[in-house]
């Protein structure tokens, strides 16, 4: 996972860092107040388990919202702020991190909503990619295979996240590039790499697991025992959410960097060098529509840049 120079880069982006624990972490106790609200509400006028359901709706749209438009602007500018130090080694001096990252994204692709549509299909692309791995095992008649499979595509799944992220930081690294020509570069690259980059994503599945049960457990010391303390279900089940949420954010704002760093360090050592295979990309209008969808774009761009 290239331990030593994740963490060293993940350093050098402390600033950063620090903004995303002070979002993560505020937004964690913003839903744990909002779900121990919604708990009381329910005990207040007796409206059963329908009321706090459809709290959790509300609250899942708002995450959704908030994750698409808020923590995906803050991911896509820590990205361009570790494309750089990988690719340069450093930042220019006096630097606002957090500015710059935003501004080279917003230069980059001018609009927002371009950098949602080029993330939406590599991320579906990258499923498509994934579910063909996992498929063999399904056909091969070996007892137990097929717990080995669903681990196989759990892990998988997992990893489109960072190897998405990885692909958007190989797309900043090549400004003079079109994004669609650059996002159908990266997507053949991957599918060439897979091996390497999938054993990485095996390695982030367990450290985020093993993450979230550490930090789960050393925040259960004081939130638990403010629990133990607490009179009525309603602040029990407060402190218990708190220290869940808590937990995870604490994984998303100090460990996700690290994957990330991790994928994109990954990557770029592994495609270093070489160009996209006209056979891969043959194989993956096969696997995936969206795979020609790219590709048709990348095609219409090039003939209207020309």
């Known amino acids: 996972m290239h331990f030593s120079d994740s963490w060293k880069i993940l350093l050098q982006t402390s600033p950063y860092l620090f903004f995303r624990i002070t979002v993560y972490l505020g937004l964690g106790i913003g ?96 499923r498509a990619v994934n579910r063909t791995l996992v498929s063999f095992t399904q056909i091969i008649p070996i007892p137990g295979l097929e717990n080995l499979a669903r681990l196989a595509s759990t892990v998988f799944n997992f990893s489109v996240t960072y190897v998405d992220e990885a692909i958007f930081s190989y797309n900043l690294a090549r400004p003079g590039e079109d994004i669609w020509v650059s996002a159908k570069r990266g997507i053949i690259l991957y ?29 259960l010391i004081p939130f638990g025992s403010l ?19 808590l937990a995870y954010s604490l994984k998303l704002a100090l460990v996700n960097p690290f994957s990330l760093v991790s994928m994109i360090l990954t990557f770029n050592r592994a495609v270093a060098g070489q160009e996209p295979n006209l056979e891969w990309e043959e194989k993956l209008e096969q696997i995936s529509g969206k795979f020609k969808e790219l590709k048709e774009k990348a095609l219409g761009s090039a003939g209207f840049s020309s």
């Open 31 to 126: 839903v744990g107040i909002y779900l121990g609200f919604v708990f009381f509400l329910t005990k207040l006028f007796g409206a059963g388990g329908w009321l706090f359901l459809i709290g959790l709706a509300v609250l899942w749209g708002l995450l959704r919202l908030i994750r698409n438009y808020v923590l995906y602007m803050i991911q896509a500018g820590h990205i361009a702020v570790i494309t750089e130090l990988v690719q340069k080694g450093e930042l220019p001096p006096g630097v606002n991190q957090v500015r710059h990252g935003k501004e080279t994204v917003t230069r980059l692709f001018k609009e927002t909503s371009v950098l949602f549509v080029v993330d939406q299909l590599v991320k579906g692309i990258i």
């Open 227 to 245: 629990a133990a303390l607490a009179q009525g279900e309603g602040w029990k089940f407060f402190w218990l959410v708190l220290t869940v949420v």
């Open 191 to 219: 599918v060439q790499n897979w091996k390497p980059i999938l054993k990485t994503a095996v390695g982030l599945a367990a450290v985020n697991l093993l993450a979230f049960v550490v930090f789960f457990l050393v925040l």
